[in-house]
């Protein structure tokens, strides 16, 4: 993936939920809300159990995200994102990442998951492709 366009990059590291989807075993779409940030092209969250969507991802990697951050385009249409990629899970550092996360989505003052979580896994996400209706359109 080539360098993300400046507005994809807000969208991530900002506060709008990310819907991930992924595919179950008889190929049926999942979808679960999320929180979410970039980590130089990937995209990152932080997961305290094994959850259905991490038992998918290391069953077949090909994940969607999509994002609706409330916004308006310059012809007046609602702003929505969607990437398209690679997942891989990796065990531990929810706890750190879930922290930093709760301050972007519920407020500067959050302590979640607290000092007893346990490590947890990450999902890292390699952004393959980008889509939706936005100023990165068209690239």
Known sequence: MSELHPRVREILEGDTLAMLTTLGPDGSPHTSGIWVDVDGDEIVSGHLGFYRKLRHVERDPRVSYSFVPG????????????????????????????????????????VFPGPDAPPGWVLRTRIERVAGHGPWAGR
């Open 71 to 110: 916004s308006l385009t310059s012809q007046g249409l609602h702003e929505y994102l969607v990437i398209y990629g690679s997942a891989r899970v990796t065990e531990g550092g929810a706890p750190e990442l879930l922290q930093k996360l709760a301050h972007v989505y519920m407020g500067p003052d959050v």
